[in-house]
Each structure stands twice: as C-alpha cells, then as structure tokens.
C-alpha cells in the first residue's frame, strides 16, 4: 500500500508540476501577445495628432520703392545742352532699373562739372525709418560722382558743399560706401568726368530701410 501511496504522490506532484509549467507558458505567450498588440498600435499612437486647416487669400501688387533715382535740379539745363539724358518713368517718376544713362562729355575739354543733375529721393514718409543708400559701379569711362544732402555748387577750381571728397568710378570696382539719409529728403549728385574719355560702364544704386 505504501509504494502505491508513495507512486500517486509521485504522479500528482509530476501532473502539479506540469501544469505550474504550462501555467508560465501561458503566462509568457500572453505578456508576448500583449507586446506584439502594443506594438501594432504604436504607429497609430505615433501618427495620432491634431490638424487643423486654414486657408488665407493672398494679393500681391505694386508699392513705390522707399527710396528712387530721379532727374535733378539742373537735370532739364544739362539736358538740353546734350551732356546728359535719363528719361524718367513709372509712379512716382523715376529712373527705372536697368534704364541706360546716357552722359556725354565735350571732347578737349578739360574736365565738365553736372551739377546737380541727378538725385535720390527719400519715400518712406516716415521720420522714424530712412533709405541707408549704396551707389556700386565701374566704368571704362571713369568719372568722379560726389553727393550732398544740399544742391552742391561750383567755386572756379572744383565741387563746393559735398558731403564727399568724391568716388571715382574707373575699370575697378569702386563704392560709396553706406550713405545714410537719415532726417535727409533729397541727396543730390554731381558727375565730374574728363572731356578726353569714352566708354560705358554700370552704375548700381541700392537701398536699405534703416
């Protein structure tokens, strides 16, 4: 009686056994079937946010630049005597990008003075903000530009009232540096250019709200 007693003692703590195995089997195929679920809903986790949408007309037109070349003071009289043509055009009038300027000179003569003859306007109506102004440029037919906040005038020997001791655009590239206008409504320019030269060159004008 005792070894059957002792062979059934056996055969429950095999069966016992068995299923404490097949319990954690379990167990590790549900935590397994758990992960591999979380893990097929992370992307929709991940991709799950708000999106709202808002449309917004646009328009785009034309609006007078800050600042502008234009024909100076004593454009019309250097004009008319044929040393100088920039024709105007647009609204407000100016001399528009890309607009040849045509300067002439009088050939055996020692050097001629445009007073005055072409100008920067300042348009940002506005005392708090101002044109910070760049006058760039070469020319094969070099010629000395100066400019002053006041028409600038002529004392016999050279340029009078220039708030510059002149740039001279030559086959190097040459600048006026950063010109401020601030509390300024005009700045006026004056070309000095020798009577014995010919040539073309590229003048650029650039402008900066300050």
Same mark, same amino acid.
């Given at each position: $009686? ?7 003692? *056996?055969?429950?703590?095999? %069966?016992? +056994?068995?299923? *404490?195995?097949?319990?954690?089997? $379990? ?24 999106? &709202? ?8 037109? *034309? ?7 234009? /024909?100076?003071e004593n454009? /019309? ?11 105007? #055009?647009?609204?407000? #009038?100016?001399?528009?990008?890309? /607009? ?8 055996? @003569? ?27 440029? !070469?020319?094969?037919? =070099? ?6 906040? =006041?028409? $600038? ?9 220039? @708030? ?6 030559? +086959? ?8 401020s206008m #601030?509390g300024e409504?005009?700045?006026?320019? !004056? &070309? %000095? ?6 040539? #073309?060159?590229?003048? !650029?004008?650039?402008?900066?709200? @300050?």
């Open positions: $009686m005792r070894n059957d007693d002792n062979t059934k003692k *056996s055969i429950y703590y095999k %069966v016992v +056994s068995l299923f *404490s195995r097949c319990n954690k089997i $379990m167990k590790i195929k549900r935590i397994y079937a758990l992960v591999f679920a979380l893990l097929l809903l992370l992307p929709v986790l991940v991709s799950a946010t708000v999106v &709202i949408s808002y449309t917004y007309p646009t328009s785009i037109t *034309s609006k007078a630049p800050i600042a502008y070349l234009t /024909q100076g454009y /019309q009289t250097a004009n008319a005597l044929g040393f100088i043509y920039a024709p105007e #055009s647009g609204n407000p #009038s100016n001399i528009i990008n890309d /607009q040849t300027i045509y300067i002439n000179t009088t050939a055996g @003569a020692g050097t001629v003075y445009l007073l005055n003859v072409l100008e920067i306007v300042n348009n940002t109506g506005n005392n708090n903000i101002y044109p910070i102004v760049w006058i760039n440029g !070469t020319s094969s037919a =070099s010629f000395t530009l100066y400019w002053a906040s =006041s028409p $600038m005038g002529f004392n016999g020997a050279s340029v009078t009232g220039a @708030a510059n001791t002149g740039v001279t655009y030559g +086959s190097t590239a040459a600048s006026s540096g950063a010109i #601030s409504h005009y700045l006026y320019l !004056t &070309i %000095v250019i020798s009577g014995s030269v010919s040539g #073309s060159g590229t003048l !650029t004008v650039q402008y900066k709200a @300050a």
